[in-house]
């Protein structure tokens, strides 16, 4: 479960960004995320939507704990994100479009680490090992290295990577985000079997298509500021407009006409 | 007008009545016509004429019954007191400071840039804090590699530089026996001792201003373009380690880098004394810790850490 409650986050401008951001920006801080509260349950998977630069990397980010909220709450299965740091970060599995591997090391090497990071038993890593191998087919390169091998085989160990250590709280931040169809449907299968084991699943994403297939709730942010959060079926039953593509449209527009 | 137009280096003129003015015991005057931005020539010739002087000189004595020697009240003995090390350590032991710099500069160099912008560029830097370890286990691990690649990069120059005089002594047969001899009381356990003392603050500072450097960066280019100055910025400073008659004092032994450049050259000679040493010690430990703490308050920064 991921309890946000009027979650903040404000970064401190230098001078140059102050500069960057034209003659009309007067104040020193600038806001990413403001006052935004949802709810991710356990066996649902909540789509955070929005446009880039809307916050939604921000967020997850607090999720996660790499940023501290500047105001606000984030309850990761019942343990605060500052408090408790790194025992939310023990029950999370984060996974983004840009996540990088160890190029020099072997996936075998390269989950061994992530495993011993975790604290996980030499006999429990090679049990979970094996049942991620045999399920990826990831046996003939699991001693390769991993800079040799194709963008599908890297994105198999970084999914392996991501829920090694059995988390109960899965983050995708863009998850297929420059991947190919086959590749990307690698990642869509994982986050359908998370929600099947009764895992907390939260992924953001601007592709509606992933939105249709996967979502159970759905955050919309603009801008920073939470545009609607819900169930996927209220949203759709309430849309204005024919498609979801469109009816994102148009509650940004509204959003920023307010 | 050959001279300016720079088919001769150099003209000398004679006067017509040189020969007369020299057998009546007068003065003549030799001109001499040369370029200044020439004056290795220049010099040359002054030489031979010193030479001359000295000639006609002697002629003139001889021709006066005058002894040589009654020209010169005084004559100046000179006997040198230091030891071959001291000799050979003054010189060559400016050369080691500035190897075991370079190289442990280097050895740290590449690692800081990789753990700290290259992670960032590769992605793995936020695989790597969604682990449960904590920013500062991180941090110190990353640290830890940086600081030994410098550590180990110095200690293999000097190991081998030792090594090499030790066990090859046959090769440097044709250098003078002291010099090898200086050469194997160098590199003693004692002295190697001490210029360890040197070199591990050294190194705990260069890896904590590379790291910082290094997290600062967005990529490996950016970071490579931020440290490449500060390389320069720490070589000045070893180099005036070469100038002769700048001594190791107890008010120079607080500047950084320089520091250590006159203390490793005193080791070596064997001329060190123990205030100034204690002063570069204690200084590069509290610089080196000091240096730590800011890099892991910029590792700890949220805008440093992650990608932007």
């Known amino acids: ?258 | 007008m050959s001279l300016i137009g720079d088919s001769l280096d150099v003209v000398l003129a004679f006067p017509d009545d040189m020969a007369q003015k020299l057998d009546s015991m007068e003065q003549a005057t030799i001109t001499l016509y040369y370029r200044a931005t020439e004056d290795d020539i220049r010099s040359r010739v002054d030489g031979i004429l010193a030479g001359a002087q000295q000639l006609w000189l002697g002629q003139r004595l001889e021709a006066l019954q005058v002894d040589p020697r009654q020209m010169e009240p005084v004559v100046v003995r000179r006997i040198d007191l230091s030891s071959s090390r001291e000799k050979i350590g003054q010189t060559l032991g400016a050369m080691v400071p500035y190897f075991f710099m370079i190289f442990c500069f280097l050895g740290c160099m590449y690692p800081a840039i990789d753990l700290g912008a290259g992670e960032k560029e590769r992605g793995t830097m936020e695989t790597l804090l969604s682990s449960p370890a904590s920013r500062l286990e991180i941090f110190m691990g990353k640290f830890g590699v940086v600081a030994l690649g410098g550590l180990t990069s110095a200690m293999l120059a000097i190991g081998s530089l030792a090594l090499s005089i030790q066990f090859n002594s046959q090769s440097f047969g044709e250098l003078p026996p002291e010099f090898t001899e200086s050469m194997s009381s160098m590199v003693q356990p004692g002295t190697l001792a001490m210029l360890f003392l040197l070199l591990l603050p050294l190194t705990v500072f260069f890896a904590s201003t590379l790291m910082t450097l290094s997290i600062s960066a967005q990529s490996f280019k950016e970071a490579q373009s931020l440290i490449s100055p500060v390389m320069i910025l720490v070589m000045l400073p070893t180099v005036v380690a070469f100038i002769p008659g700048i001594e190791l004092t107890t008010a120079n032994a607080w500047i950084p880098i320089f520091n250590v450049s006159l203390a490793a050259r005193d080791i070596l000679a064997g001329t060190l004394t123990t205030e100034p040493f204690l002063i570069a010690v204690v200084s590069l430990f509290a610089l080196a810790l000091l240096g730590m703490l800011i890099s892991l308050r910029y590792y700890k920064s949220e805008r440093n850490v992650l990608p932007s």
Request: include cysteine; charged fraction near 25%; glycine fraction near 6%.
């Open chain 1, 1 to 258: 479960m991921i309890e946000i409650e009027q979650l903040s986050k404000s970064f401190e401008l230098n001078r140059r960004q102050r500069k960057e951001m034209g003659s009309d920006f007067s104040g020193k801080t600038v806001y990413a995320v403001r006052d935004v509260s949802l709810t991710a349950k356990p066996g649902r998977i909540f789509s955070l939507l929005g446009a880039n630069g809307a916050g939604k990397t921000t967020t997850l980010r607090m999720v996660a704990t790499m940023l501290r909220p500047s105001a606000g709450t984030i309850r990761v299965c019942g343990m605060d994100t500052v408090r408790d740091a790194a025992a939310v970060r023990s029950k999370l599995g984060f996974l983004t479009g840009s996540t990088g591997l160890y190029t020099r090391l072997t996936p075998v090497e390269l989950l061994r680490y992530f495993a011993d990071l975790y604290g996980m038993p030499r006999a429990l890593f090679e049990q979970r090992k094996n049942h991620y191998f045999d399920l990826f087919d990831m046996h003939p390169f699991a001693d390769r290295q991993i800079g040799k091998l194709s963008t599908g085989m890297k994105q198999k160990v970084s999914i392996v990577r991501t829920v090694l250590h059995d988390p109960d709280v899965l983050v995708f931040d863009e998850p297929t985000s420059g991947l190919d169809v086959i590749t990307a449907r690698n990642i869509i299968e994982l986050i359908r079997d998370c929600r099947t084991q009764g895992k907390t699943v939260i992924f953001s994403t601007h592709i509606m298509s992933e939105v249709e297939m996967l979502c159970d709730d759905l955050a919309i942010i603009h801008r920073g500021s939470l545009v609607y959060s819900g169930t996927y079926e209220h949203f759709k039953s309430n849309m204005q407009t024919s498609s979801l593509s469109d009816e994102f449209v148009r509650l940004a527009t509204s959003a920023e006409k307010v």
